[in-house]
Nanobody
């Protein structure tokens, strides 16, 4: 079992930046990759970015490429999501997720553990 705790959400004006953190504990050695997802009201949960622990291979959704950076700190078992040039359409609850199986995927069904989520609100 792995536990994930997100932090860093909040209210920011359009064009601003936020950095989200996801601290993993428990059976973190068994996880292969981490992902950041978001879900806006009335919309499906979508993958924003993902990264593998060992090699640092990354995936980014087209909607955030060039504005978002995912990074991991293996020593701290922590994954970060740096978000710049934020837009109102980035407003959502952001979730951290852990994947056990080898392979970097962007479907929420490929992830096994989830954090509680953190709200990001971008005002225009």
């Amino acid at each position: 079992q792995a536990q994930l705790v997100e932090s860093g959400g909040g209210l920011v004006q359009a064009g601003g930046s936020l950095r989200l953190s996801c601290a993993a504990s428990g059976r973190t050695f068994s996880t292969y990759a981490m992902g950041w997802f978001r879900q806006a009201p009335g919309k499906e949960r979508e993958c924003v970015a993902a990264i593998t622990w060992r090699s640092g291979t990354t995936y980014y959704a087209d909607s955030v490429k060039g504005r978002v950076t995912i990074a991991r700190d293996n020593a701290k078992n922590t994954v970060y999501l740096q978000m710049d040039s934020l837009k109102p359409e980035d407003t959502a609850v952001y979730y951290c997720a852990a994947r056990l199986v080898r392979g970097l995927v962007y479907s929420m069904y490929g992830y096994d553990y989830w954090g509680q989520g953190t709200q990001v609100t971008v005002s225009s």
